[in-house]
């Protein structure tokens, strides 16, 4: 209990107040009750305010686990012994969202509690001067829409001034960086290419680099770690959807994903960012893990992020993911699949994360895939036949398609009657060659 540790050291150094005279030279009590009274007043505040805010966040965010089948995962935020020696005096950006937390871990006989706190707040209550946040898409909160327009803010429970790093801003100027000295990133990543955290992380690595503020990278798992699938991005097709010769599942976590953008070279002009990664304690890429924040509005669930990146490829078609109901990214469909063949329906409405999705208010036919076992290669079998079932219709893709695939050899795959094994067939060499190229920047096995 990391938090839990960090109090006991503050009585222990009380009780070493009142016993050091016990050995050696005897101190004079009149001398030593000055401090001693600092020390317990200052203890007893801090241990009120941890209690505090303990039961005010348990009541948010506090969780369960089993103590028996728990693994133990310790994130990069939860590592403060590590980080917070290097922003101690510094003036801080921080580049987060509502996956951005610490956790305390209290544990019981028969349980374990998990209780969070934002890396903000953590920061903060830590006397340390965070001048800026800086916030991905969906924001600071995670709340809205993909592609939806974040703007700038103040974070109302610390004042501190919010930067949207979406939208025409994708990358912090030199203005936004001016009065920063070191930049803290921590953002839960779910493993697809066209995942925009990412992106967003290049371009924070890139700015930072350009002028010379140092970047800290605090890890966290990634959901799709255990399996590198799908085609390699092009050049010609970079967008913020995909900035990287990577495939469309790259295998990593976000702190190896720094390490091997800064390594490549892959930064304007190869510039080189000053990168520190803090990794994480007891992880593997084959671990299982459950996020307790969805990272994303349109992501809730296990389920969902398991089957984002092979159903994220219908978001550049005429068919529905699922936005707009409470089973994003776990359904599909749309109202020109034939029934027969598609006997899940559905109707999307706006929602959180969804204001005007796809088919709005019109049934569609489609398959339930929430009962689908774990997904441990990219699944491209549903989007043919969906191809298929549409009478191969000349407008099922459009142009966002190619960007989400990083190539057009995939459309025209897929529209001149490729199987799904003959497409996975072209995929093998160069899976294996950028498998070699990521060995140099893993950190976990």
Known sequence: MQFTLFKNIVFITIFS??????????????????????????????????????????????????????????????????????????????????????????????????????????????????????????????????????????????????????????????????????????????????????????????????????????????????YIDGPILEPEHKSFVGMHPVPAVHGMTIGEYAQMINGQGWLNNKIKCELTVIPMQNYTHDTPYSLPIKPSPNLPNDIAINLYPSLCFFEGTLVSAGRGTENQFQVFGAPSLPTEFYPYTFTPQANEGAKHPKFKGERCNGLDLTRTPKNNRLNLEWLIEAYVANGRRPDFFNKFFTKLAGTERLKWQIENRYTYSEIRKEWIRPLAEYDSMRQAYLIYK
Request: hydrophobic content about 40%; overall charge negative; glycine content about 8%.
């Open 17 to 226: 107040a009142f016993s050091c005279g016990n050995a050696g030279q005897k101190l004079e009590l009149s001398s030593v009750e000055p401090e001693v009274e600092s020390l317990k007043t200052k203890a007893a505040n801090e241990l009120i305010t941890h209690v505090s805010q303990t039961a005010d966040t348990t009541k948010r965010f506090g969780r369960k686990i089993d103590s028996k089948s728990a693994t133990h995962i310790y994130t990069g935020a939860n590592q403060w012994q590590q980080y917070m020696p290097l922003l101690e005096g510094k003036k801080l950006g921080i580049v987060a969202n509502q996956t951005s937390v610490v956790n305390d871990t209290l544990e019981y006989p028969d349980e374990i509690r998990i209780v969070d706190f934002h890396l903000v707040d953590f920061i903060v209550d830590f006397e340390n001067h965070v001048t800026k946040v800086f916030a991905p898409e969906h924001g600071f909160r995670g709340k809205a829409d993909a592609g939806e327009l974040v703007k700038d803010g103040i974070d109302t429970k610390t004042g501190v001034p919010i930067i949207s790093l979406y939208g025409k801003n994708k990358k912090p100027s030199a203005a936004q960086l001016a009065d920063i000295e070191v930049m803290v990133f921590d953002i839960q990543d779910v493993g697809a290419r066209f995942y925009t955290y990412i992106s967003t992380l290049h371009y924070v690595m890139e700015a930072c680099a350009e002028l010379g503020i140092p970047v800290i990278v605090l890890d966290r798992p990634n959901p799709n770690g255990h």
